[in-house]
């Protein structure tokens, strides 16, 4: 996919302090510049589930504007501090080095970024009141699929297809890479 080869300071950043880190797992640089357009068109508290060392964080941060606001929660203490020390001089991220269910409190949110996980974890049913009517959700890691129902590793995808399917949401999925996609959802 085409994009410039500049990142945002604060994605560099972010990147620097995983490989400080070891950390390998992250957000792609594809899914960020989806993330940051994102999120120049919400205002309010936006949120993350499951910081990394921020590389998420960092995108969702790059496109921020109208005095929006990012909560972000990790549950590995040593990843959520050294994601914390790329915002610490940056008073519209907070980084908490929790469960996500710690963030449930803070809500709802106009826009709320979390990894494809099970559907118990994060299905319709669980994130739904975590998300303000007009709300987006976005899920990454994906593996592109073109049938119905959608299938990875021989089995429907029961999370992907639940996310498409449910009336409370009008939801798509994307192509971010030719190996990689995101389902992003608006609550009605």
């Known amino acids: ?42 205002g309010g508290t936006m949120a993350e589930f499951g910081t990394g060392c921020g590389v998420g964080t960092a995108w969702l941060r790059s496109g921020v504007r109208n005095g929006a606001h990012i909560l972000t929660a990790e549950l590995d203490e040593s990843l959520a501090g050294a994601a914390a020390k790329i915002f610490e001089d940056d008073a ?30 994060v299905g319709v049913d669980t994130i739904i009141d975590l998300v303000e009517p007009g709300g987006i959700v976005v899920l990454d890691d994906f593996a592109p699929c073109e049938s119905w129902p959608p299938i990875t590793y021989g089995r429907v995808d029961t999370l992907r ?15 971010v890479a030719a190996d990689a996609s995101a389902v992003i959802a608006t609550r009605r």
Do not use: H, I
């Open 1 to 42: 996919m085409s994009a410039p080869p500049e990142l945002p300071y604060v994605v560099s950043r972010a990147f620097d302090v995983c490989r400080q880190a070891g950390y390998v797992a992250f957000c792609r640089n594809e899914t960020g510049r989806l993330l940051a357009t994102l999120a120049a068109t919400r």
């Open 92 to 121: 519209k991220v907070e980084v908490l080095a929790a469960d996500w269910n710690v963030l449930r409190d803070r809500g709802p949110f106009s826009l709320l970024f979390l990894d494809s996980g099970t559907p118990s974890e």
């Open 161 to 175: 297809e639940q996310w498409l399917t449910d009336e409370r949401f009008t939801a798509v999925e994307v192509m």
